[in-house]
Nanobody, 125 residues
């Protein structure tokens, strides 16, 4: 089993930056694909970014491509989401997820087995 805890959320102004962290316990992140998802009030949870266990491949939602970067340090059991040029529409609760999707990573929430509690990101205009 895997336990995930997100941190690094907060309140920032539009155009600012923020780095989210997700630390795992119970099992190392080695050989696990990782993803970040977000959910705003009244909306469905949506895909943000995903990365393979090796860190050699990643995917991004079109809405964040070029602004967000996902990375991982397996030795520290930690995955990161660096967010730059933040916009008010980025406001949401951000969740990290872990699993073993067939291709190594996935844009679908159903492909992940373990989820964190989420961290709030609020971007003011």
């Amino acid at each position: 089993q895997v336990q995930l805890v997100e941190s690094g959320g907060g309140l920032v102004q539009a155009g600012g930056s923020l780095r989210l962290s997700c630390t795992a316990s119970g099992r190392t992140l080695s050989r696990l694909g990782m993803g970040w998802f977000r959910q705003a009030p009244g909306k469905e949870r949506e895909f943000v970014a995903a990365i393979k266990w090796s860190g050699g491949g990643s995917q991004y939602a079109d809405s964040v491509k070029g602004r967000f970067t996902i990375s991982r340090e397996n030795a520290k059991n930690t995955v990161y989401l660096e967010m730059n040029s933040l916009k008010p529409e980025d406001t949401a609760v951000y969740y990290c997820a872990a699993g073993e999707p067939p291709r190594g990573y996935s844009i679908y929430a159903r492909s992940y087995d373990y989820w964190g509690q989420g961290t709030q990101v609020t971007v003011s205009s």
